[in-house]
C-alpha cells in the first residue's frame, strides 16, 4: 500500500520561494511532481528516478524548480524559485509502481497520488 502525503504550500509574493516535501510510505518507482490550476488540466512539473541521481522537468520550470529525493527520509521535494503567478495551483506528489524505471510526464501513467497542497503566488 503506498501513501503519499504533500506539505509545504502556502501563500507567496512573486520572485519568492517555496519547499513542497512529499512523505512517501511503501515502496515506489519513478516519482513526479504535477499541479492543477483552476479549469485547466493536471500538468506534468517534474520526476526523479529512485536512486535521485536522475530527473526532468517541463519547460516552464527548467531552471526555478529542483526537484529531490532524501533515501533515509523517504521524501521527494520540490524546491521553487522564482515563483510567478502562473505558477499557481494544487500541487500533487505522484508515483508509479515500484517496477517502473521509465520517466513519463502523462499524469496517467502515475497510479499513486497525495491529496494536494496548495501553492497561491500573488503579483
Known amino acids: 500500500q503506498v501513501q503519499l502525503v504533500e506539505s509545504g504550500g502556502g501563500l507567496v509574493q512573486a520572485g519568492a520561494s517555496l519547499r513542497l516535501t512529499c512523505v512517501i510510505s511503501?515502496?515506489?518507482?519513478?516519482m513526479g511532481w504535477f499541479r492543477q490550476a483552476p479549469g485547466k488540466q493536471r500538468e506534468f512539473v517534474a520526476a526523479?528516478?529512485?536512486?535521485?541521481?536522475?530527473?526532468v522537468y517541463a519547460d516552464s520550470v527548467k531552471g526555478r524548480f529542483i526537484i529531490s529525493k532524501d533515501g533515509a527520509k523517504n521524501t521527494v521535494s520540490l524546491q521553487m524559485n522564482d515563483l510567478k503567478p502562473e505558477d499557481t495551483a494544487v500541487y500533487y506528489c505522484?508515483?508509479?509502481?515500484?517496477?517502473?524505471?521509465?520517466?513519463?510526464?502523462?499524469?496517467?501513467?502515475?497510479?499513486?497520488w497525495g491529496q494536494g497542497t496548495q501553492v497561491t503566488v500573488s503579483s
Open positions: 505522484a508515483a508509479r509502481p515500484s517496477m517502473v524505471t521509465v520517466f513519463s510526464r502523462e499524469r496517467t501513467q502515475y497510479r499513486f
Open positions: 511503501g515502496r515506489t518507482g519513478i
Open positions: 526523479i528516478n529512485w536512486s535521485g541521481l536522475n530527473s
